[in-house]
């Protein structure tokens, strides 16, 4: 009996010994881990705007329960990304619940028609013309946002990101293989690499030349409305791999925060990363909602909002719960101004 009960009593003390131990093994690779956060956090290219040229409208108090965050992606190959003026071929507001941590991605489509500090011409030149200080600033005052904070990455960095996390699951739809395959031959020259075409439609992985091309397709269906559903889908799809596979997050994470230009601390980084399998994708939707595409008196084509001011109310309901939002003076003026220029109310 004796020898039965030290037998029992070295059995506990051995899973208690191997318990103390796996948990020994997990603090020490958390510690590895948040390490390697906090050192790839650190090489982030931190670009501070200049808070003088800033325009932020804050006429709505329901988004102070939300962090607006502005999303560009930029048509520079340059890993500099504020060497040169360009223009944001994909413009996204991701807009984050605090509490719940519900995310919903709006994306604004790169030919709306609005003001940009005044001058009247397409939501994309914005960022050519003031970088992402006029940027933001004309996001801010088209649609009585309150934004601050920005992300900028050209398509380079896509690829790597898709590359780091071992590809994402996308469908290729019939209509645009051709486009697709286009996209894809372009994007191997220009990165490198060897990136198989498509024969046929179905879902497939796809590795990051592949998705980029997938992202930036626009000459099929409803031209830039699908790319920037498709922009959206990708995210989705990176977001979707990144919780699934932490360590190929990790690896990304590491590979791509050098290359990425943004205004957002060392601390708000650090926060976002260690909350983002908290984080979840429950809406994304284009803006403007309601809009017509027309030729301008400048022979250019447009994605004209109608009206802006209903588009906005709507926006802020969606993205905030705030019922018949009532539009910023200003708001009211580059909505009247647009439907006497365009002709569309």
Do not use: W
Not at 159 to 183: C, H, R
Not at 285 to 296: K, Q, V, W
């Amino acid at each position: 009996m004796k020898k039965q009960s030290r037998k029992k009593r070295k059995r506990r003390h051995s899973l208690l010994y191997k318990f103390i131990f796996l948990i020994e093994i997990i603090i020490i690779l958390a510690f590895i881990i948040f390490g390697i956060l906090l050192k790839s956090i650190s090489s982030v290219n931190t670009t501070p705007l200049e808070k003088e040229k800033l325009v932020t409208v804050h006429e709505d108090t329901n988004m102070d329960d939300y962090t607006n965050i502005a999303l560009f992606g930029v048509d520079t190959r340059s890993e500099d990304l504020s060497s040169e003026k360009s223009r944001s071929d994909a413009i996204i507001v991701a807009s984050i619940n605090n509490q719940s941590k519900e995310v919903k991605l709006i994306s604004l489509y790169r030919d709306t028609y609005c003001s940009v500090n005044g001058t009247y011409t397409k939501l994309t030149h914005a960022y050519a013309y003031g970088g992402p200080e006029l940027a933001i600033s004309t996001i801010n005052r088209n649609l009585d946002l309150n934004i601050e904070q920005y992300a900028t990455v050209n398509f380079k960095i896509m690829v790597d990101i898709v590359n780091a996390i071992g590809g994402v699951e996308l469908e290729v739809e019939s209509d645009f293989i051709d486009d697709l395959n286009t996209y894809i031959r372009e994007m191997n020259r220009q990165n490198g690499g060897n990136s198989p075409e498509f024969t046929s439609a179905g879902p497939y992985t796809f590795d990051g030349n592949q998705a980029v091309a997938y992202a930036r397709i626009r000459h099929n269906q409803n031209g830039d409305f699908s790319r920037a559903s498709r922009q959206r889908i990708l995210l989705q799809a990176i977001a979707k791999q990144a919780q699934h596979h932490p360590l190929s997050f990790l690896k990304a994470v590491n590979k791509v925060l050098p290359q990425v230009q943004t205004n957002m601390t060392t601390s708000d980084i650090t926060k976002m990363l260690l909350s983002a399998s908290s984080y979840n994708i429950v809406e994304n939707d284009g803006f403007p909602y309601d809009h017509t595409e027309a030729r301008l008196s400048d022979g250019l084509y447009y994605d004209i909002p109608r009206t802006l001011k209903t588009n906005v109310i709507k926006l802020h309901e969606n993205l905030f719960g705030t019922e018949n939002y009532q539009v910023s003076d200003e708001l009211n003026k580059i909505n009247d101004k647009i439907c006497l220029q365009t002709g569309f109310y």
